[in-house]
C-alpha cells in the first residue's frame, strides 16, 4: 500500500517539474543556458544576476578623477643628517709661528725727519730770541740798570720821599728795593755810585713796631748791611732805610727827599 503511494507520489512530481519546464518562455531559457556555455565566469554582471549569492565580487577599477584642492602646508620635518665638516669633529690645531717682519716702511720716517727739521728750526729762533733778549737788557740796563739773579735794579735818576718814590716804583710795576743777598745790595750800591746824587731808598720801615724793620709785607728781614751803630732812630723820629754809597745801611726820617731806585 505505502509502495504504491511513494511510486505514485515520485510520478506525480516529475509529472509537476515538466510541467514548470514547459511553462516557462523559450528565449529565456534559450538565453540562460547560451550565457553559462559562453561566459562562465567573467561577466560579473551576468554571474549576479544569475546567481543566487547577495554579495557580488568586487568590480574593475574605475577612471582617476580630478586633481583635488591644493592641501594645508604640513608640519617642519626632523632635522636633517649631520654635515660632513661636523661629522668629521676634526679638533682646532695650535697657532702657527709667527712670521718674518715685513720690511720697514718710511712714511713715519718722514714724519720724525720733517719734526725733527722743525724742531731745529724752532731751536734756532730761540737762539735767535734769546740772544736779541740779553743784548737789549744790557742795553736797558745801561748806565742805571742792573740785573742780578731774576731781579732788575733800576735808578729813576731824580729823589723823593718815601711815599713818593714807593708810588713812582708802584706805577712802573715794580717796588722799592728789597735786597735779599750781598750781591743784590752790591748791586744797588753800584746804581748809588753811579747817579751821584747820594744815598737811596730801600722798602724796610719799622713803621709797626719801632725798632723791628720789615719788608712791605711785613714779614722779618732776612738779610741786613746797618752801618755801625745804626739803626739808631735819631731824635726818635727814622722809621725809613738808606742805603749809602759804601753800601752801608742806616735809618733816616721818612720825608728826606733820596735817589729813587726801583725792583722789577
Ligand atoms: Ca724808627
Ligand atoms: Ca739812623
Not at 134 to 139: A, G, M, P, S
Request: one cysteine or more.
Amino acid at each position: 500500500m505505502s509502495f504504491l503511494f511513494l511510486s505514485t507520489l515520485k510520478a506525480m512530481l516529475l509529472l509537476l517539474s515538466v510541467l514548470v519546464l514547459l511553462t516557462q518562455p523559450p528565449r529565456s531559457r534559450g538565453a540562460e543556458v547560451k550565457s553559462l556555455s559562453k561566459k562562465p565566469l567573467i561577466d560579473n554582471c551576468t554571474l549576479v544576476m544569475c546567481s543566487p549569492v547577495e554579495i557580488g565580487l568586487p568590480g574593475r577599477d574605475g577612471r582617476d578623477g580630478k586633481e583635488g584642492p591644493r592641501g594645508a602646508k604640513g608640519d617642519p620635518g626632523s632635522p636633517g643628517a649631520k654635515g660632513r665638516i661636523e661629522m668629521l669633529d676634526v679638533p682646532k690645531g695650535d697657532n702657527g709661528s709667527a712670521g718674518e717682519p715685513g720690511p720697514k716702511g718710511d712714511s713715519g720716517l718722514r714724519d720724525m725727519a720733517a719734526l725733527r727739521q722743525q724742531l731745529e728750526a724752532l731751536q734756532g729762533q730761540l737762539r735767535s730770541l734769546q740772544g736779541a733778549f740779553l743784548q737789549y737788557k744790557k742795553v736797558e740796563l745801561f748806565p742805571n740798570g742792573r740785573g742780578v739773579g731774576q731781579k732788575i735794579f733800576k735808578t729813576a735818576g731824580f729823589v723823593k720821599p718815601f711815599q713818593e718814590a714807593e708810588q713812582v716804583c708802584a706805577q712802573a710795576g715794580g717796588q722799592l728795593p728789597s735786597p735779599r743777598s750781598e750781591a743784590e745790595n752790591h748791586a744797588l750800591q753800584q746804581l748809588v755810585e753811579i747817579e751821584n746824587k747820594g744815598p737811596g731808598y730801600l722798602s724796610m720801615t719799622d713803621f709797626w713796631k719801632e725798632g723791628w724793620f720789615t719788608y712791605p709785607d711785613r714779614k722779618p728781614l732776612v738779610y741786613s748791611k746797618w752801618g755801625p751803630g745804626e739803626p739808631n732812630n735819631s731824635k726818635g723820629r727814622e722809621d725809613c732805610v738808606e742805603i749809602k754809597t759804601n753800601g752801608k745801611w742806616n735809618d733816616v726820617p721818612c720825608g728826606e727827599k733820596l735817589l729813587v731806585i726801583c725792583e722789577f
